[in-house]
């Protein structure tokens, strides 16, 4: 119950025709006590269940529209690189095993700022970090440890929650 995307044994997620295997999947046939799904047997065994619902699948009558997008060229290079690696500091320093409400302010405050100086055309280091943004916000709403979430200040898990998931 540490993450990925919530799929039945066959691979479906709750969105029609999205379907997740592999590292992206939680099937639940490891328990609660996995990182979402990642052993390479059940990704196989998966992939091939997916690819058989697959050939059942009707074609969509029309495709989707597409929106334009395009990726601004990368202003510097140099600049993104230093921000990536801000980024996994400022995750390691604050929200990475233990972890205190202090440290994750101080975390949001620090990606905050180096979200505000990312070179245009940095997109991956843009994913990365609006990710840490909401692994840092998720884990500061969180007040308690529970399997691979641990704040030194709530080090106790919450017996209210004893018995319940929470899935998305």
């Known amino acids: 119950m540490m993450g990925g995307i919530v799929t039945d044994l066959i691979g ?26 990642h052993s390479l047997l059940e990704g196989l065994v998966f992939a091939g ?5 697959l050939a059942s ?28 690696e801000r ?6 320093h604050h929200a990475s095993i233990t972890r205190t409400a202090k440290g994750l302010r101080t975390a949001l405050a620090e990606l905050t700022e180096i979200e505000q100086r990312l070179p245009a055309g940095a997109t991956e280091e843009l994913n990365l970090v609006q990710t840490a943004r909401l692994i840092t916000e998720a884990s500061l ?24 998931h929470i899935e998305l």
């Open 12 to 37: 479906h997620s709750s969105m029609p025709r999205l379907y997740a295997v592999g590292e992206v999947a939680r099937t639940g046939v490891h328990g609660a006590n996995r990182l979402a799904s």
């Open 49 to 53: 269940r997916v690819a058989r619902d």
């Open 57 to 84: 699948v009707a074609p969509l009558k029309s495709l989707p529209p597409v929106k334009q997008w395009q990726v601004p060229p990368l202003a510097d290079r140099g600049a993104a690189h230093v921000a990536a």
């Open 87 to 92: 980024i996994r500091a400022v995750m390691w």
């Open 141 to 164: 709403l969180r007040k308690e440890s529970r399997g691979g979430h641990y704040r030194s200040d709530f080090p106790r898990a919450k017996s209210v929650w004893r018995g319940r």
